[in-house]
């Protein structure tokens, strides 16, 4: 819910791939719509919103989809200029461990194992509830990782691997490489501790 020029709007958004969709009330009007859209940018069915609710609301028209297109290139301009500047930058540190002792299968309470696997190339990884959300894991600087996904519309994600007085794996915490990454993409909810191994 949110207030538009003193107008309690009731709305929501969603999609999946090659489909979004808003729901859209306007109460006190009486008034409700959907707006459905196959595609995945944004500036359409948003622009699309705002001019109905504008319409509806008795309020002078304004050109939102390139309101909504100028407010999303600006960010892309400054997401890519941020991941530019980290990708330049990374301190030349680690990993700390050989790649190997990375490796092993680790858990979050909420969304089920990952599993970290070391080849010939390097460490593998493997966010196993998400069928095909696989890939390779990248050294980026200190025992951070960048998760490369053979999947290119996947989010790519910093794991960086917590190490105990031992020197052991004591968790995995996460969030995307991207400032703009969809919030489908919410790494930083997700804690992952190494598993616990089964009984015999």
């Known amino acids: 819910m949110r207030d538009y020029h003193g107008t309690r709007i009731v709305w929501h958004a969603g999609g999946l791939l090659g489909f979004t969709s808003i729901v859209c009330l306007i109460p006190e009007k009486n008034v409700g719509f959907a707006i459905e859209v196959n ?3 944004s500036e359409p069915r948003h622009g699309l919103m705002y001019e109905l609710l504008d319409h509806y609301l008795g309020l002078p028209r304004q050109d939102w989809p390139q309101r909504f297109h100028d407010y999303r290139a600006k960010r892309i301009v400054g997401a ?3 991941m530019k500047q980290a990708a330049a ?3 030349k540190v680690g ?3 050989p790649l190997d002792r990375y ?5 979050d309470p909420w969304y089920g194992k990952l599993a970290i696997g070391s080849d010939a190339k390097g460490l593998t990884v493997n966010f196993t509830p998400t069928a095909g959300m696989s890939g390779r894991l990248v050294h980026y600087q200190y025992d ?3 998760a490369q996904f053979d999947d290119p519309g996947i989010e790519k994600a910093y794991l960086t691997f917590q190490l105990d007085a031992d020197g052991k794996v004591s968790s995995i915490s996460a969030k995307p490489v991207s400032p703009i990454a969809d919030f489908s993409f919410d790494y930083k909810d997700l804690l992952f501790t190494p598993a616990a191994e089964p009984r015999k």
């Open 89 to 91: 930058t990374p301190a």
């Open 80 to 82: 890519v200029a941020a």
């Open 39 to 41: 595609a995945e940018e």
């Open 103 to 107: 490796a092993g299968t680790y858990s």
């Open 144 to 146: 951070t990782f960048i």
């Open 95 to 97: 990993p700390s461990l």
